[in-house]
């Protein structure tokens, strides 16, 4: 069974652009969350989706947003980047919400901020 | 706001020696505990997951659970260099699908 993708891998945008990032999770699971990750903060936890419903929301700006799809795909936006912005974005996948849920990451898209 | 602490490291352990990583949560209703292993440069990868008290072992990998002490831990038997990473715990909401994730312990384990 194929794994989470994520794509692009890598990207460099300039201060004010705005991005997407795109998650297929892994077949048959239905909740994709998204997560940054840099070496100062560690992993924080972006927003969860379910059943194309945003369900959970980290503490970030209103800059960052993110949708599903019917077939479980996702996108993640950031509007007017920053250089703060630049991490590594992983998605992550869960066939449920029930509490045994096992979480899988993808990749990961590196973000680069000038 | 939900606490998972784990101390940063390094840690250094022998090739061969037994590896223990501990790790500490807030939330007393906590119910789902898991560990991943990160390598430099790569996404975080799934190793054990636990949800009764007591051990749970796979392979050279043990996780422990004490939900009285709110604590969880990994044992890794007969470390080997290719163990060397960056291990994460993570604590899942009880009522929600949101992981709280620790900031890692770095493992180095030396030939």
């Known amino acids: 069974k194929a794994g989470v993708t994520q794509t692009p891998r890598y990207l460099i945008k300039t201060r004010g652009q705005q991005v997407t990032l795109s998650c297929s999770p892994i077949?048959?699971?239905?909740?994709v969350s998204w997560y940054q990750q840099t070496p100062g903060q560690g992993l924080q936890f972006l927003f969860e989706?379910?059943?194309?419903?945003?369900?959970n929301k980290g503490n970030f700006p209103g800059r960052f947003s993110g949708r599903q799809f019917s077939n479980s795909r996702s996108e993640m936006n950031v509007s007017t980047l920053e250089l703060g912005d630049s991490a590594l974005y992983l998605c992550?996948?869960?066939?449920?919400?029930?509490?045994?849920?096992?979480?899988?990451f993808g990749p990961g898209t590196r973000l680069t901020v000038t | 706001q939900k606490e998972v602490e784990q101390n940063s490291g390094p840690l250094s352990v022998p090739e061969g020696a037994i590896a223990s990583l501990n790790c500490t949560y807030s939330?007393?209703?906590?119910?789902?505990f898991f560990w991943y292993r990160q390598y430099s440069g790569k996404s975080p990868e799934l190793i054990m997951s636990?949800?009764?008290?007591g051990d749970k072992e796979d392979g050279r990998f043990t996780a422990q659970l004490n939900k009285a002490s709110q604590y969880v831990s990994l044992l890794i038997r007969d470390s080997q260099p290719s163990d060397s990473a960056t291990y994460l715990c993570?604590?899942?909401?009880?009522?929600?699908?949101?992981?709280?994730f620790g900031s890692g312990t770095k493992l180095n384990v030396k030939p």
């Open positions: 636990i949800y009764s008290n």
């Open positions: 077949s048959g699971h239905r909740s």
């Open positions: 993570a604590v899942k909401d009880a009522n929600f699908n949101k992981f709280y």
């Open positions: 989706y379910f059943s194309e419903t945003q369900r």
């Open positions: 939330d007393r209703v906590s119910q789902s």
């Open positions: 992550a996948s869960s066939l449920t919400d029930r509490v045994w849920n096992e979480q899988y």
